[in-house]
T-cell receptor, first 115, second 113 residues
Framework: EAGVAQSPRYKIIEKRQSVAFWCNPI?????LYWYQQILGQGPKLLIQ????????DSQLPKDRFSAERLKGVDSTLKIQPAKLEDSAVYLC?????????????FGPGTRLLVL | KQEVTQIPAALSVPEGENLVLNCSFT??????LQWFRQDPGKGLTSLLL?????REQTSGRLNASLDKSSGRSTLYIAASQPGDSATYLC????????????FGQGTILTVHP
């Protein structure tokens, strides 16, 4: 079974530039998550999708971050314009619920460095 | 707002030692608690998931316990091996949506031969 795919794996940009990340979840997983993991910290949820609808985006900085999940499959996360403090690893995860249990499967992440 | 704290931040042990990692959370209204492993440059791998109605889960040399009332969980690793070296993250599920996870900052474990 293929895992969660993310691209690119690494990205270096200058502040005020734009950047986009892509995620392809595990086939059949209805729920998709984007997390931000700053060095030395645990991941922080940015946005959660159920199919192509947003369930929770309370911690997404909406003035610069946006995300979409077209057709309830792939998802993109965009930052425009980027700031130095956006340097982090961006993790995508997908999950399905079975008999009340839910396990999230994580992709390898995209490591972003903003100079 | 849920807050998750992990102690210690880092741990270095010789091979073969048994060890305990600690996790505490502030809001006991959780759906579940998970322990993840993260290797450098890699994503997270789920190790154990404990539902809120359960008290412990075991997988091989790993045992995780949950005490909801006191807001604590422990991950016990028996007979540690160098391959166990990684960052271990505790995450509690709950809040505004079923699947939402709140993570601790992790414990960096080094097992030296």
């Amino acid at each position: 079974e293929a895992g969660v795919a993310q691209s690119p794996r690494y990205k270096i940009i200058e502040k005020r530039q734009s950047v986009a990340f892509w995620c392809n979840p595990i086939s059949g997983h209805a729920t998709l998550y984007w997390y931000q993991q700053i060095l030395g910290q645990g991941p922080k949820l940015l946005i959660q999708f159920q199919n192509n609808g947003v369930v929770d985006d309370s911690q997404l900085p909406k003035d610069r971050f946006s995300a979409e999940r077209l057709k309830g499959v792939d998802s993109t996360l965009k930052i425009q314009p980027a700031k130095l403090e956006d340097s982090a690893v961006y993790l995508c995860a997908s999950s399905f619920r079975n008999r009340g249990r839910e396990t999230q499967y994580f992709g390898p992440g995209t490591r972003l460095l903003v100079l | 707002k849920q807050e998750v704290t992990q102690i210690p931040a880092a741990l270095s042990v010789p091979e073969g030692e048994n060890l305990v990692l600690n996790c505490s959370f502030t809001d006991s209204a959780i759906y579940n608690l998970q322990w993840f492993r993260q290797d450098p440059g890699k994503g997270l791998t789920s190790l154990l998931l404990i539902q809120s109605s359960q008290r412990e889960q075991t997988s091989g040399r790993l045992n995780a316990s949950l005490d909801k009332s006191s807001g604590r969980s422990t991950l016990y690793i028996a007979a540690s091996q160098p391959g166990d070296s990684a960052t271990y993250l505790c995450a509690v599920g709950g809040g505004t949506s079923y699947g939402k996870l709140t993570f601790g900052q992790g414990t960096i474990l080094t097992v030296h031969p």
